[in-house]
């Protein structure tokens, strides 16, 4: 079935909408306070203009949460809902989310994909995007009360 899906810029009024989808995506990992409402909005004015939703009609299918440093952009929260997927949506919110690095500037941007998320991995890597094996990703955590919670 296609849709006609309009992409634009992610506002803090999407947040209920996208929260909700993100909840309908299994395997999807929510930060409690990342996640929540103030933490995106945070995000969001840290990084006005690079994250995306696609919508059809009113809504909510697809979402990117993208912001930089400065220096290199990074794409959080990559999804689409499952009965929109293979219609080119998530292609043209990368897209859309790359420009706007680029108009800032930006010359680069990475991702993070769970090794168990073989959607998404198959996705980036069928898109070009070069799987990285010369380096390794550390984390460190500065607050214990940001739990990730993963969607069954």
């Given at each position: 079935m296609e849709h006609e899906i309009q992409i634009r810029e992610m506002d803090i009024s999407d947040y209920e909408n996208v929260r909700a989808l993100w909840m309908t995506?299994?395997?999807?990992?929510?930060?409690s306070i990342d996640d929540s409402k103030e933490g995106v909005a945070r995000f969001?004015?840290?990084?006005?203009?690079?994250?995306?939703?696609?919508l059809d009609k009113d809504r909510i299918v697809g979402a990117i949460l993208c912001g930089h440093d400065g220096r290199r952009g990074c794409f959080y929260h990559v999804c689409v809902h499952e009965q929109y997927r293979?219609?080119?949506i998530g292609t043209s919110m990368a897209v859309f989310a790359m420009k706007a690095l680029q108009k800032e500037q930006i010359n680069k941007?990475?991702?993070?994909a769970?090794?168990?998320?073989?959607?998404g991995n198959h996705f980036w890597k069928r898109a070009g995007w070069t799987f990285?094996?010369?380096l390794n990703y550390y984390d460190f955590t500065l607050n214990d009360a940001n739990i990730t919670?993963?969607?069954q």
């Open positions: 995506i299994r395997g999807f990992g929510i930060r969001l004015r840290r990084n006005p203009s690079a994250s995306v939703v696609a293979k219609q080119g941007v990475s991702l993070i769970f090794k168990e998320n073989e959607v990285r094996e010369d919670q993963f969607n």
